[in-house]
């Protein structure tokens, strides 16, 4: 070991860094998700995503992109699996050509159906797992850090 770099240091990290804390909290809860999601075919990252189409008008790419806090690229790549299972469609805005709309298809919402319960269900058993902590709070701080204003 170094003395300009101790142990110390990382047991600082280790015990302080909200982003180590946050990362591993999303990978646990990813994994928690995708495994629940699996009977019906889809991971806790297209879930989110389908769920996101599911409105009265369909949205434009970079509106779900900023919903779900991702680049319009990996947002792009995310969308082409789906696409080819039939469950959305991308086609252009009729008011602005370079525009791309996203709209879920019948099989699209019948895929969801079959998965809110799933999805409800995994996350009554994360409810019982915080214990009854403050969730809106909880909520509330990760947005700030996802949003910040």
């Known amino acids: 070991m170094r003395d ?19 990362q591993r909290a999303a990978r646990a ?7 629940a999601l699996k009977p019906v075919g889809l991971t806790n990252g297209q879930y989110s995503l ?5 409105r ?5 790419i970079g509106d779900v992109a900023a919903l779900l806090a991702m680049d319009r690229t990996t947002l792009t790549a995310n969308l082409k699996p789906l696409e080819r299972r039939g469950l959305l469609t991308i086609l252009p805005d009729t008011k602005d050509k370079r525009s791309r709309r996203l709209t879920l298809t019948e099989a699209g919402r019948d895929l969801l159906v079959e998965a809110v319960p799933i999805w409800r269900a995994t996350h009554d058993d994360v409810d019982r797992l915080l214990g009854g902590r403050n969730e809106e709070a909880l909520r509330g701080d990760l947005l700030a850090l996802t949003f910040p204003e």
Not at 29 to 35: K, L, S, Y
Request: proline share 11%; with cysteine.
């Open 4 to 22: 300009d770099l101790p142990l110390a240091t990382t047991h600082e990290v280790r015990d302080r860094c909200l982003c180590l804390h946050l």
């Open 29 to 35: 809860m990813g994994r928690r998700f995708d495994e």
């Open 50 to 54: 389908l769920v996101s189409l599911n």
């Open 56 to 60: 009265p008008a369909p949205p434009r």
